[in-house]
């Protein structure tokens, strides 16, 4: 059990944050909704790639990976060995680019990537991130619900990886670390996410960038 401190002086730092990054966040969120709106399947892939990329490694070298593998032509043509030796900057590589190739052919239908058409099959964000952690392999609840935020439909969905969890342990909103974070969990843990994001007036989604500007002092993706 993680001993419980006073949240106060936490909370007032992210009240803190949340203003001063508050109309950058705005403008990040909305450009995800633009990617999904007018960008093509290419581009919609190419945010899944990135949240399939990122466990327990760097998101901005996950992005700079994204972007070699573009520029080479790999990410829609590449073996798994090519790509693999590409992106050396991401943890557990090999496995990572097997998990892009599945995921390519899991949403290529009559000869094109058509990810676009086949998530719309599935059109509330709940379903369509329960559809992704059954169907992609190496994309859990949290890379789901990543690639829902970043693809302008995560709203109302928590991304509780380690950084988030553990200011949730300090803010008194989870008792402890969980020890798994199986579906039942993971959602047990978003509700109550949601209700403390409720309580002290920062949106969700915006609850999400100020913990990782609190941890990185940057917001990314």
């Not at 990537?113 to 392999?137: C, D, G, H, T």
Request: hydrophobic share 45%; aromatic share 10%; charged share 25%.
């Amino acid at each position: 059990m993680t001993a419980m401190r006073d949240p106060g002086p936490l909370l007032a730092e992210l009240h803190a944050i949340h203003r001063s990054i508050r109309s950058e966040v705005e403008l990040r969120l909305e450009s995800f909704k633009t990617i999904w709106r007018d960008g093509s399947d290419e581009d919609i892939f190419h945010e899944l790639v990135f949240c399939l990329f990122t466990p327990q490694s760097s998101a901005y070298r996950c992005w700079e990976a994204v972007e070699l593998l573009k520029s080479k032509g790999l990410i829609f043509h590449g073996a798994a060995e090519e790509i693999s030796a590409h992106i050396n900057t991401v943890r557990f590589r090999n496995t990572k680019a097997q998990n892009l190739v599945l995921a390519r052919k899991l949403f290529i239908s009559d000869g094109r990537m058509s990810i676009k058409s086949m998530l719309s099959a599935y059109p509330e964000p709940p379903e369509r991130r329960l559809y992704l952690a059954q169907n992609v392999r190496g994309m859990g609840w949290k890379e789901a619900s990543h690639f829902l935020r970043n693809t302008g439909f995560g709203e109302d969905l928590a991304i509780l990886d380690r950084h988030v969890l553990k200011n949730l342990v300090l803010l008194g909103v989870i008792p402890e670390l969980p020890r798994s974070l199986g579906p039942k969990r993971y959602l047990e843990i978003e509700s109550l996410m949601a209700a403390f994001a409720s309580r002290i007036r920062i949106p969700l989604a915006h609850l999400d960038f100020v913990l990782w500007y609190k941890e990185a002092g940057s917001v990314f993706k």
